[in-house]
């Protein structure tokens, strides 16, 4: 079975810009979460979506938004990108997501703002 | 809000020797309590958990056991090699709540041969 997949893997933008990472989680799995990974701040939570509906979210401003389509894929959108967006993203699936089964994280999109 | 706290890295052991990473958790409820793995220019990996008061979570000679009277799930391994240099992640998830992971900040660790 396939594991998680991220893309694009590297990415360079500059400020102001817009950006969408796309996750595809295990075939089957319905929940995908997101983190942010940075040297100062370590792992974030972002987001969780299940069933196409975000059902969590951490405390990051609302330029960072995502969403789930049918399939359970899941893209994340950051707009009017800064300095410090600067990151690795990561992203998570599981089967129902109800914190009891264990989430598999695929290898990151590392973004980096010019 | 839960927390959290790991030993700060790096961490520079010989191959042969004994790690301990010290990790401490605060959190309403019962937690799962879990160890990530994450080598160079990969994502995460799921070492080890436990989802209950005293269990103990081992895999690949690691091993952490749930204390909940001292909140700890200290990470150990009594021979490391070379191939263990990574950063490693102590981490908490509620249960039967979501899948929202809060972490610790990472422990670097370098295993010299």
């Known amino acids: 079975k396939a594991g998680v997949t991220q893309t694009p893997r590297y990415l360079i933008k500059t400020r102001g810009q817009q950006v969408t990472l796309s996750c595809s989680p295990i075939s089957g799995h319905r929940s995908v979460s997101w983190y942010q990974q940075t040297p100062g701040q370590g792992l974030q939570f972002l987001f969780e979506y299940f069933s196409e509906t975000q059902r969590n979210k951490g405390n990051f401003p609302g330029r960072f938004s995502g969403r789930q389509f049918s399939n359970s894929r899941s893209e994340m959108n950051v707009s009017t990108l800064e300095l410090g967006d600067s990151a690795l993203y990561l992203c998570?699936?599981?089967?129902?997501?109800?914190?009891?089964?264990?989430?598999?994280f695929g290898p990151g999109t590392r973004l980096l703002v010019l | 809000g839960d927390s959290v706290t790991q030993m700060e890295g790096p961490v520079t052991l010989s191959e042969e020797a004994f790690l301990t990473i010290n990790c401490t958790y605060t959190?309403?409820?019962?937690?799962?309590l879990f160890w990530y793995v994450q080598y160079p220019g990969e994502g995460l990996q799921l070492l080890l958990k436990?989802?209950?008061?005293?269990d103990k979570g081992s895999n690949k000679g690691f091993e952490a056991t749930y204390r909940k009277e001292t909140t700890s799930f200290h990470l150990e391994k009594g021979s490391v090699q070379v191939s263990d240099s990574a950063v490693y992640f102590c981490?908490?998830?509620?249960?039967?709540?979501?899948?929202?992971?809060?972490f610790g900040k990472g422990t670097r660790l370098h295993i010299l041969p």
């Open positions: 981490a908490l998830k509620r249960m039967n709540r979501d899948d929202k992971i809060i």
């Open positions: 998570a699936s599981s089967l129902e997501g109800t914190g009891k089964e264990t989430q598999y």
């Open positions: 959190a309403t409820g019962y937690p799962s």
């Open positions: 436990a989802t209950k008061a005293d």
